[in-house]
C-alpha cells in the first residue's frame, strides 16, 4: 500500500477539498396539495403518497393552538 513521503501542504489539501460541494436538494410539488417535496417520500403537509393517503400530516394548515 503506498503511503505518503512527506506531509500534505495545507494549502494542497484545502485545494484538493475544495471540490467537494455538496448539492441542493431536489424537490417536485405534491399533486394532492402542490406543496414541495422530497421525490418518493410521503409529503409531509398532506401525508400522500402516489395517489394514497399513508401517514397522518406531520404540518398541517390548520393546527390547532
Given at each position: 500500500?503506498?503511503?505518503?513521503?512527506?506531509?500534505?501542504?495545507?494549502?494542497?489539501?484545502?485545494?484538493?477539498?475544495?471540490?467537494w460541494?455538496?448539492?441542493?436538494?431536489?424537490?417536485?410539488?405534491?399533486?394532492?396539495?402542490?406543496?414541495?417535496?422530497?421525490?418518493?417520500?410521503?409529503?409531509?403537509?398532506?401525508?400522500?403518497?402516489?395517489?394514497?393517503?399513508?401517514?397522518?400530516?406531520?404540518?398541517?394548515?390548520?393546527e390547532?393552538?
Amino acid at each position: 500500500m503506498a503511503v505518503p513521503k512527506r506531509k500534505m501542504s495545507r494549502s494542497n489539501t484545502r485545494a484538493r477539498r475544495s471540490q467537494w460541494k455538496t448539492t441542493a436538494t431536489t424537490l417536485t410539488t405534491c399533486p394532492r396539495c402542490q406543496s414541495a417535496t422530497k421525490p418518493h417520500t410521503a409529503c409531509p403537509s398532506c401525508g400522500a403518497y402516489a395517489g394514497r393517503q399513508y401517514v397522518e400530516a406531520l404540518r398541517s394548515e390548520h393546527e390547532a393552538r
